[in-house]
């Protein structure tokens, strides 16, 4: 940790550091690549970051704020599949070889990403192959995710889906105030806004959430996590999962690093 740490020091002042969890499990060296190539980009509420049908040029690593992935119906893009956070990116496709997104990415809660050029990520990839193996394993986790946010929607109920959605959001973006309208939740629920509005009032009256105009607040997360579905436990298991196993090869990479030079400083020696 103590050699990352001086290396990431050496790095560029003017540069960006990484808020993403995707770039942070990077080992240092592979680090060092991408900071030079990566351009911090304001996310405004309401901007689209790829459109369905169109050439994926760039990838967003978040690290603040809160992307929701719209799937097409009705040929129109309008049913939520997946919530992206500071633990993840939009347009990680493009490692499975598709240059066209068949999503539509929507910025729900305004942040901050690293945005990086698939064309600069072309051409240095032989040189950051970790990063290919996490975003390769952030995708499956992704697949994990919105196949159970399905399941979810045709088994569950709309109050402890609205638990779950809330508990992930704030999981996601690291805020217990959530600048969301109730439109947006209905929008991402797939439901009318006066059910939306019934179900924030039932919270606020248990003392789960507070509202204020555009602002969710939970005020107690135990609370809203008995009320939330089992799915929610499932998934958030999931996630933790794959963040152990970011660390575990981390820290594998790093000890192969220091292995392979304390054998080159023996042999010069």
Same mark, same amino acid.
């Given at each position: ?29 592979? =680090?060092?690549?991408?900071?030079? =190539? ?227 400083? =023996? =042999?010069?020696?």
């Amino acid at each position: 940790m103590l050699i990352e740490h001086k290396v990431l020091s050496s790095l560029r002042e003017d540069g960006p550091r990484p808020g993403n969890a995707l770039l942070q499990s990077l080992p240092v060296h592979e =680090l060092a690549v991408l900071m030079p =190539l990566l351009e911090r980009v304001p996310l405004a509420p309401r901007r689209v970051l790829q459109h369905a049908g169109l050439p994926i040029e760039h990838l967003f690593f978040v690290e603040s704020g809160l992307v929701s992935v719209l799937a097409k119906v009705d040929g129109r893009s309008g049913a939520e599949v997946l919530l992206i956070g500071h633990d993840g990116a939009v347009g990680a496709t493009v490692m499975l070889g598709g240059d066209t997104s068949d999503l539509t990415y929507f910025v729900q809660i305004g942040g901050s990403a690293l945005r990086l050029s698939v064309d600069d990520l072309n051409r240095v990839a032989p040189e950051v192959p970790t990063l290919s193996q996490a975003l390769k394993g952030y995708l499956h986790l992704c697949l994990m995710q919105s196949s159970q946010s399905a399941a979810c929607s045709l088994r569950h109920a709309f109050v402890p889906r609205l638990a779950r959605w809330l508990l992930d959001a704030r999981d996601r973006s690291g805020l217990d105030r959530l600048p969301i309208t109730q439109d947006l939740l209905a929008r991402s629920l797939g439901v009318h806004r006066p059910t939306v509005s019934c179900a924030v009032k039932d919270f606020e009256s248990a003392g789960v959430c507070a509202k204020d105009r555009g602002v969710v607040h939970i005020v107690d997360r135990l609370k809203l996590e008995r009320v939330a579905c089992h799915c929610y436990r499932f998934l958030r298991a999931q996630s933790d999962k794959w963040e152990r196993s970011k660390v575990k090869r981390k820290i594998v990479i790093a000890m192969s690093s220091m292995l392979a030079a304390l054998e080159a400083e =023996l =042999l010069a020696s």
